[in-house]
């Protein structure tokens, strides 16, 4: 499976742009980047994924490398509850029946008052 | 528009009981996976299900853990026998029908069921 690599932790003041990155240097033509995020103590909740294009949604925005080797989900203004572990993750398919996300250790986005 | 809903939320099991987790997808979703977090990791994939059939259980352990999603009614997780290294978080997710491996499809994840086992 592709890997992707992430920053363990970020850090960002409220009210301000955040930009959290990933590298999936062996991404395939047909992969999918995926980004959840998990506050504690809930589910990962869906946050935004694309192909080539960039894309944009009223959660976040997400930018994807030419090459697609990296991409990089931008939060337009934090707010304290933006604070959670943010995953990047490769939407893998197996003949078009399997399509199971395989979660890393993700970002930890602390936001300060 | 109902999410992913789980129940119950939390668990209580004493070694050796049995601990059955339900799921039931977001309307028109047709596929149901398993996730478990175990404290302080993080999410394994478990079982991938559609109506009636296991697509994959790669990530199921090989002894206990059974999963089914019948044609009526929610998934379900069973965990026989429980011990306390089964105390964790598990999370079921749901997407609907996937017709290509081009779909994009994405999936939504439910609150989760924490089980403790004492």
């Known amino acids: 499976d592709a890997k992707t690599t992430q920053p363990n932790s970020m850090e960002s003041n409220e009210e301000e742009p955040v930009h959290l990155p990933c590298n999936h240097s062996?991404?395939?033509?047909?992969?999918?980047i995926h980004w959840y995020r998990q506050l504690p103590s809930q589910g990962p909740e869906y946050v935004i994924h694309g192909l080539t294009s960039n894309v944009n949604n009223r959660m976040a925005s997400l930018a994807i490398a030419e090459d697609r080797k990296s991409s990089t989900l931008i939060l337009h203004r934090a707010t304290l509850r933006d604070a959670a572990v943010y995953y990047c993750i490769l939407g893998k398919g197996s003949g078009g029946s399997n399509y199971k996300l395989t979660f890393g250790k993700g970002t930890l986005l602390t936001v300060n008052p | 528009n109902a999410g992913v809903m789980q129940n119950p939320r939390h668990l209580v099991r004493r070694r050796g009981q049995e601990a059955r987790l339900r799921c039931s997808p977001m309307k028109g979703h047709s596929h149901v996976y398993w996730y478990r977090q175990l404290p302080e990791e993080g999410l394994k994939f478990m079982v991938y299900?559609?109506?009636?059939?296991?697509?994959?259980e790669s990530g199921m352990p090989k002894e206990r853990f059974s999963a089914e999603f019948p044609k009526e009614g929610p998934s379900i997780l069973r965990i026989q026998q429980v011990v306390r290294g089964d105390s964790a978080a598990y999370f079921c997710a749901s997407s609907p029908r996937i017709d290509t491996v081009h779909s994009g499809n994405t999936i939504y994840f439910g609150e989760g069921s924490w089980l403790t086992v004492v």
């Open positions: 299900l559609q109506k009636e059939n296991i697509i994959d």
């Open positions: 062996t991404i395939s033509g047909t992969d999918y």
